[in-house]
């Protein structure tokens, strides 16, 4: 669910003190991207996402994209900060996170022209992850992999199987 103003994140600790603050100035602060949170039955924050519109240079376009894009900038989401709390990490609340942001995108992307789904890892624990999913790594941009809107369609027909 989004974020409430003044909903407790009090406790929330994914073990990297930059991502467990990125989730506390987004609170404060309004940032042009939306925090999604899970929580537990008793409202405790277990995880957590940032996801907000971004356009992509065609000339640092991944390469992959298809050649028939004109050379305008590319319409994308981008997920970041995804993290989960320690006390539930590998008990897929990443994973359900990462699919609540793929669902959201793969909806909004039937109203926009959103190209592709862009994520920033902070880690190499948040590489691997996103690897097992199929997202590609950026060359020449460190931590980004992105995976185009496509095939985040074909994993939901896949799920729907
Ligand atoms: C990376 C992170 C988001 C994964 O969340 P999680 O809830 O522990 O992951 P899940 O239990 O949903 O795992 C989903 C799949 O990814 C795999 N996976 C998760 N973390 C992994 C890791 N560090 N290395 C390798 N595989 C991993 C799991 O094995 C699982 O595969 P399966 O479905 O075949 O069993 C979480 O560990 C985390 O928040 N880490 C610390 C903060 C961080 O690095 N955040 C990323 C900022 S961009």
Do not use: W
């Not at 992307?109 to 996103?130: E, H, K, N, P």
């Amino acid at each position: 669910m989004p974020l409430a103003p003044g909903q407790s994140i009090s406790g929330f600790d994914c073990g990297d003190p930059q991502i467990n603050g990125g989730l506390q100035q987004h609170q404060e602060s309004d940032y042009s991207s939306r925090i999604i949170v899970a929580v537990d039955a008793g409202e405790k924050v277990l995880g957590y996402y940032a996801v907000s519109a971004i356009n992509i240079e065609f000339s640092n376009r991944p390469k992959a994209l298809p050649h028939s894009l004109s050379e305008y900038p590319i319409p994308a989401a981008l997920i970041s900060h995804l993290a989960v709390d320690k006390s539930c990490f590998r008990k897929g609340v990443g994973a359900n996170l990462l699919i609540d942001a793929l669902q959201r995108i793969e909806d909004a992307s039937t109203q926009t022209g959103i190209r592709l789904v862009m994520v920033q890892a902070a880690t190499t624990g948040a590489r691997t992850f996103y690897l097992h999913y199929g997202f590609i790594p950026v060359a020449g941009q460190p931590g980004r992999l992105y995976l185009p809107i496509e095939q985040v369609s074909k994993l939901f027909r896949d799920l729907d199987r």
